[in-house]
């Protein structure tokens, strides 16, 4: 009894001592974030933004007005070819396959299989520099679908597993996905979890290795319905899904880049996380540090349909 009576008279102290921190957020200052891309057998794609403030309101208007940079000069350059000038969509029409619906590109070029690629970006009296190179496609052993949960008569979601064989040399892989299905349709490829890695725990061996669908960009969902909505943010596939399979081979700066922007895109909406430092590969001639990725792809491609029951092969295209 004499111990219920101490309690009841130091509960207050417990429950009403508090104390007050003020957080004071250190001053904003813009920076260009590059983020480029070259695969083979397509035509070069570069975004240019200003980064914004963390807590800063996103909408279409607000992207067009203060993000994206449209009076950059970007330059491209095969090592042993002539120099392409990039320009931002044909009268600024927003073209959803891109990322934030602009970039810098040319149809005066597309990428080669083990050629090196140089980029130059000329803005605020600036320059910007970088170089890049798509390496040579690897094949897979397999890929399909297998169940959740071991049953596939009976469930309906599904994870893609690969078999691979690596060939024994350094090694840097990175997968995309998009999916389409009746709720909605992927406009941009979705990084995979984790979002590249390397051989060196299988290194000239035989593995296998789950694909899960990573976390999907937000800018879409304000066209979006509440029903597509409901279906898209998602980590695995389910039955009547068409999933397009991107799988590729990178260089190690590229590789650098992503695996340390890993977690900023999987958890990238938690404001909570321990955030770690993004490694760039891209250059400033100022020795500012530099936000962003100049990134060469060796890849290959498969469509596939999740029937719940086995896996059907569409297309393979390279």
């Not at 309101?57 to 392409?84: C, H, W």
């Not at 049953?151 to 389409?180: C, E, W």
Request: net charge neutral; with cysteine; proline share 5%.
């Amino acid at each position: 009894m004499r111990n219920f009576i101490l309690l009841f008279f130091l509960a207050p102290f417990f429950f009403s001592c508090q104390t007050e921190i003020e957080v004071k957020i250190p001053n904003y200052y813009n920076k260009l974030v590059i983020e480029g891309y070259l695969e083979n057998g397509e035509f070069p794609v570069v975004s240019l933004y200003r980064s914004a403030p963390y807590f800063s309101t996103m909408s279409l208007d607000y992207l067009i007005d203060s993000i994206i940079i449209r009076d950059a000069r970007v330059f491209v350059k095969p090592e042993n070819g002539e120099e392409q000038e990039l320009f931002i969509n044909h009268h600024f029409l927003p073209r959803w396959d891109y990322p934030l619906l602009y970039a810098y590109s040319t149809r005066n070029m597309v990428g080669e299989l083990n050629t090196k690629y140089s980029l130059r970006v000329e803005w605020n009296n600036k320059i910007y520099t970088s170089e890049t190179q798509i390496l040579d496609t690897f094949e897979l052993d397999s890929v399909g679908f297998v169940p959740n949960f071991g049953h596939p008569s009976i469930d309906s979601t599904a994870n893609i597993r690969i078999s691979m064989t690596d060939n024994g040399l350094m090694n840097y892989y990175q997968f995309k996905v998009k999916i389409h299905c009746a709720q909605f349709q992927d406009r941009l490829w979705i990084p995979t979890i984790p979002t590249t890695f390397d051989n060196s725990p299988f290194k000239g061996k035989t593995f296998n290795y789950e694909i899960m669908r990573g976390s999907p960009s937000s800018i879409f969902i304000p066209e979006m319905t509440e029903r597509e909505r409901r279906f898209y943010f998602r980590m695995n596939y389910r039955v009547g899904d068409t999933v397009f399979f991107k799988y590729a081979r990178i260089d190690y700066d590229s590789f650098r880049f992503w695996n340390t922007a890993g977690d900023e895109i999987g958890f990238g909406q938690n404001p909570f996380m321990s955030p770690q430092p993004i490694i760039s590969n891209i250059k400033c001639n100022t020795g500012e540090k530099c936000l962003g990725v100049w990134c060469g792809a060796a890849k290959k491609e498969v469509v596939m349909i999740f029937d719940s029951a086995s896996t059907t092969l569409i297309k393979k295209h390279y």
